[in-house]
C-alpha cells in the first residue's frame, strides 16, 4: 500500500504536484485548482494542529469509513464532503497565487513526513484518533486523491 512514509510513494506524489498548474482542468467536482491546493494544505494544517476544525466523528464515521478509506486498494470516491475548514467560501483558505500554495504544499508534505515529527497529530475530523502509519497512508491518498482530480 502505498503511503507518504516510503519515500519512492512521497517523491511519486511531489513529482505529480509539479504537472498542475493553472490550466489543469477538473475531471469532477466544483473545486477550481487553486481552491483544490487550498483544501489539500487546509487538510495538512488541521492534522499538524496548525488550523481548528470541528470534529464531525462517528462511530461509522472511526470504524467502517476508516477502515475502508485506508485499507481497501480501491480509489476514494468523488463528490464525498468535506469539512467547512477546508472548503472554498465556508472557512477555507482562499486560494491566493498558484505557484505559491503549490509551494506551501510541497513544504507541508516534507514537514508531515519529517522524522522524527514536529507536531503532534490532531484527530482526523471524520476518522477520529490515528496511528503514525494511518496518517501517512491518509496522506497519500488524500493528495492522490485530488491529483487525480486535476489529471495528475
Not at 491566493?96 to 500554495?101: G, P, S, W
Request: glycine share 8%; charged share 25%.
Amino acid at each position: 500500500m502505498k503511503t507518504l512514509a516510503k519515500e519512492m510513494d512521497k517523491r511519486e506524489i511531489l513529482e505529480r504536484l509539479g504537472r498542475v498548474n493553472a490550466t489543469s482542468q477538473r475531471q469532477w467536482g466544483s473545486m477550481t485548482v487553486g481552491e483544490m491546493v487550498c483544501h489539500v494544505n487546509d487538510a495538512f494544517k488541521i492534522v499538524m494542529g496548525e488550523k481548528e476544525a470541528r470534529a464531525e466523528s462517528t462511530l461509522f464515521g472511526r470504524t467502517v469509513m476508516k477502515w475502508a478509506a485506508l485499507k481497501l486498494p480501491t480509489q476514494w470516491p468523488h463528490g464525498v464532503k468535506t469539512i467547512p475548514e477546508c472548503e472554498a467560501g465556508k472557512g477555507g483558505t482562499p486560494p491566493a497565487e498558484l505557484a505559491r500554495d503549490i509551494d506551501e504544499l510541497r513544504g507541508l508534505v516534507e514537514r508531515f513526513t519529517a522524522q522524527p515529527r514536529a507536531f503532534t497529530y490532531s484527530a482526523h475530523a471524520i476518522f477520529g484518533p490515528m496511528t503514525d502509519a494511518e496518517w501517512q497512508r491518509w496522506g497519500y491518498l488524500h493528495v492522490d486523491h485530488h491529483l487525480r482530480q486535476f489529471g495528475a
